[in-house]
Protein backbone atom coordinates (compact mmCIF):
# COMPACT_ATOMS: atom_id res chain seq x y z
CA UNK A 1 0.00 0.00 0.00
CA UNK A 2 2.61 2.25 0.80
CA UNK A 3 4.49 2.10 -2.31
CA UNK A 4 1.17 2.01 -3.87
CA UNK A 5 0.62 5.68 -2.46
CA UNK A 6 3.91 6.92 -3.78
CA UNK A 7 3.01 5.74 -7.09
CA UNK A 8 -0.26 7.79 -6.94
CA UNK A 9 1.90 10.83 -5.99
CA UNK A 10 4.39 10.02 -8.28
CA UNK A 11 1.88 10.16 -11.10
CA UNK A 12 0.31 12.86 -10.04
CA UNK A 13 3.49 15.06 -10.37
CA UNK A 14 3.08 14.60 -14.01
CA UNK A 15 4.53 18.32 -14.86
CA UNK A 16 7.16 17.34 -13.33
CA UNK A 17 8.45 14.73 -15.46
CA UNK A 18 12.21 14.49 -13.50
CA UNK A 19 10.72 13.70 -10.25
CA UNK A 20 8.99 10.68 -11.03
CA UNK A 21 11.31 9.57 -13.65
CA UNK A 22 13.33 9.58 -10.36
CA UNK A 23 11.25 7.33 -7.94
CA UNK A 24 10.98 4.99 -10.95
CA UNK A 25 15.08 4.38 -11.52
CA UNK A 26 14.54 4.56 -7.19
CA UNK A 27 12.64 1.31 -7.80
CA UNK A 28 9.39 2.73 -5.75
CA UNK A 29 7.27 2.25 -9.08
CA UNK A 30 5.37 -1.69 -7.91
CA UNK A 31 6.74 -4.64 -10.09
CA UNK A 32 4.32 -6.56 -11.70
CA UNK A 33 4.53 -9.10 -14.54
CA UNK A 34 3.80 -7.65 -18.10
CA UNK A 35 1.10 -10.16 -18.87
CA UNK A 36 -0.74 -9.22 -15.79
CA UNK A 37 -4.11 -7.22 -16.96
CA UNK A 38 -6.00 -7.09 -13.64
CA UNK A 39 -2.74 -7.10 -11.55
CA UNK A 40 -1.29 -3.28 -13.27
CA UNK A 41 -4.47 -2.01 -13.51
CA UNK A 42 -4.87 -2.60 -9.07
CA UNK A 43 -1.01 -1.31 -9.41
CA UNK A 44 -0.92 1.16 -11.27
CA UNK A 45 -4.53 3.01 -12.48
CA UNK A 46 -6.69 2.27 -9.71
CA UNK A 47 -5.03 5.04 -7.57
CA UNK A 48 -7.43 7.28 -9.72
CA UNK A 49 -9.93 5.42 -11.41
CA UNK A 50 -10.76 3.30 -8.53
CA UNK A 51 -10.36 -0.36 -7.84
CA UNK A 52 -13.53 -1.36 -9.84
CA UNK A 53 -12.44 1.27 -12.55
CA UNK A 54 -15.50 3.83 -12.47
CA UNK A 55 -13.40 6.65 -11.90
CA UNK A 56 -13.51 6.99 -8.06
CA UNK A 57 -9.91 6.57 -6.86
CA UNK A 58 -8.67 8.17 -3.87
CA UNK A 59 -5.93 10.66 -6.13
CA UNK A 60 -8.83 11.45 -8.40
CA UNK A 61 -10.44 14.51 -6.49
CA UNK A 62 -7.29 15.98 -6.91
CA UNK A 63 -7.37 15.94 -10.58
CA UNK A 64 -8.16 18.92 -12.72
CA UNK A 65 -10.50 17.02 -14.76
CA UNK A 66 -11.91 13.70 -13.29
CA UNK A 67 -10.61 10.26 -14.19
CA UNK A 68 -12.78 8.50 -17.03
CA UNK A 69 -15.57 5.92 -15.89
CA UNK A 70 -13.27 2.47 -17.64
CA UNK A 71 -16.40 0.53 -17.44
CA UNK A 72 -18.47 2.59 -20.05
CA UNK A 73 -16.06 2.74 -22.84
CA UNK A 74 -17.91 0.79 -24.80
CA UNK A 75 -21.24 2.23 -24.34
CA UNK A 76 -19.56 5.46 -24.77
CA UNK A 77 -18.51 4.31 -28.46
CA UNK A 78 -21.40 2.97 -29.69
CA UNK A 79 -21.41 -0.45 -28.48
CA UNK A 80 -18.00 -1.41 -29.79
CA UNK A 81 -14.49 -1.42 -27.47
CA UNK A 82 -12.23 0.76 -29.35
CA UNK A 83 -9.19 -1.30 -29.26
CA UNK A 84 -6.76 0.99 -30.70
CA UNK A 85 -7.66 3.88 -29.87
CA UNK A 86 -7.51 3.10 -25.98
CA UNK A 87 -3.98 1.60 -26.44
CA UNK A 88 -2.72 4.36 -28.16
CA UNK A 89 -4.43 6.28 -25.11
CA UNK A 90 -2.78 4.42 -22.77
CA UNK A 91 0.74 4.45 -24.57
CA UNK A 92 -0.29 8.41 -24.29
CA UNK A 93 2.44 9.61 -27.11
CA UNK A 94 -0.24 11.32 -28.94
CA UNK A 95 -1.55 13.05 -26.63
CA UNK A 96 1.14 14.51 -25.38
CA UNK A 97 2.48 16.00 -28.80
CA UNK A 98 -0.92 17.40 -29.27
CA UNK A 99 -1.32 18.99 -26.13
CA UNK A 100 1.96 19.09 -24.42
CA UNK A 101 0.70 17.29 -20.96
CA UNK A 102 -2.94 16.10 -19.29
CA UNK A 103 -3.46 14.57 -16.12
CA UNK A 104 -3.36 10.87 -17.09
CA UNK A 105 0.27 9.43 -17.20
CA UNK A 106 2.24 8.46 -20.18
CA UNK A 107 2.32 4.78 -19.40
CA UNK A 108 4.50 3.59 -22.56
CA UNK A 109 7.88 6.17 -20.86
CA UNK A 110 6.90 4.99 -17.41
CA UNK A 111 6.67 1.41 -18.44
CA UNK A 112 10.24 1.60 -20.52
CA UNK A 113 11.64 3.17 -17.63
CA UNK A 114 10.52 0.48 -15.36
CA UNK A 115 10.86 -2.57 -17.55
CA UNK A 116 12.08 -2.05 -21.21
CA UNK A 117 10.53 -4.44 -23.92
CA UNK A 118 7.60 -5.07 -22.04
CA UNK A 119 5.86 -1.66 -22.91
CA UNK A 120 3.54 -3.37 -26.41
CA UNK A 121 2.47 -6.30 -24.00
CA UNK A 122 1.68 -4.33 -21.04
CA UNK A 123 -0.63 -1.80 -23.40
CA UNK A 124 -2.23 -5.13 -24.85
CA UNK A 125 -2.27 -6.45 -21.51
CA UNK A 126 -4.62 -3.46 -20.24
CA UNK A 127 -6.67 -3.12 -22.60
CA UNK A 128 -7.60 -6.55 -23.07
CA UNK A 129 -8.65 -6.37 -19.22
CA UNK A 130 -10.08 -2.99 -19.71
CA UNK A 131 -12.56 -4.87 -22.40
CA UNK A 132 -13.24 -7.61 -20.22
CA UNK A 133 -14.32 -5.50 -17.69
CA UNK A 134 -17.18 -3.65 -20.09
CA UNK A 135 -20.90 -2.41 -18.75
C1 LIG B 1 -3.03 10.23 -12.05
C2 LIG B 1 -4.35 9.69 -12.30
C3 LIG B 1 -4.50 8.59 -13.33
C4 LIG B 1 -3.88 7.36 -13.34
C5 LIG B 1 -2.88 6.82 -12.33
C6 LIG B 1 -4.40 6.67 -14.50
N1 LIG B 1 -5.31 7.45 -15.17
FE1 LIG B 1 -6.37 6.95 -16.84
N2 LIG B 1 -7.21 8.78 -16.87
C7 LIG B 1 -7.02 9.76 -15.93
C8 LIG B 1 -7.81 10.93 -16.28
C9 LIG B 1 -7.87 12.23 -15.49
C10 LIG B 1 -8.50 10.60 -17.46
C11 LIG B 1 -9.45 11.48 -18.26
C12 LIG B 1 -8.56 12.36 -19.07
C13 LIG B 1 -9.23 13.16 -20.09
O1 LIG B 1 -10.42 12.93 -20.40
O2 LIG B 1 -8.52 14.04 -20.61
C14 LIG B 1 -8.09 9.24 -17.81
C15 LIG B 1 -8.55 8.55 -18.93
C16 LIG B 1 -8.22 7.24 -19.23
C17 LIG B 1 -8.68 6.53 -20.42
C18 LIG B 1 -9.54 7.10 -21.54
C19 LIG B 1 -10.94 6.57 -21.44
C20 LIG B 1 -11.79 6.99 -22.60
O3 LIG B 1 -12.95 6.54 -22.65
O4 LIG B 1 -11.35 7.75 -23.46
C21 LIG B 1 -8.15 5.29 -20.37
C22 LIG B 1 -8.33 4.15 -21.37
C23 LIG B 1 -7.37 5.21 -19.15
N3 LIG B 1 -7.43 6.43 -18.49
C24 LIG B 1 -6.68 4.09 -18.74
C25 LIG B 1 -5.79 4.06 -17.67
C26 LIG B 1 -4.96 2.94 -17.35
C27 LIG B 1 -4.97 1.60 -18.09
C28 LIG B 1 -4.20 3.30 -16.28
C29 LIG B 1 -3.12 2.50 -15.58
C30 LIG B 1 -2.06 1.94 -16.41
C31 LIG B 1 -4.57 4.66 -15.92
N4 LIG B 1 -5.55 5.09 -16.78
C32 LIG B 1 -4.04 5.37 -14.86
C33 LIG B 1 -6.20 9.70 -14.82
C34 LIG B 1 -5.40 8.63 -14.49
Redesign the pocket.
Known sequence: MARFMVM?VA??C?AAGPAWAQKIEQGTMKRTSASDGPG??NA??A???GLDATGT?P??KA?T????D?TR?TA??GGTFPEI??RR??EGADEIAAHGS????V?STLFRSMDPGTVPLRIQA?SDF?KSIQK
Open positions: AALLMFYCSCHGAALKAPALIRNKIYIRDMPWLL
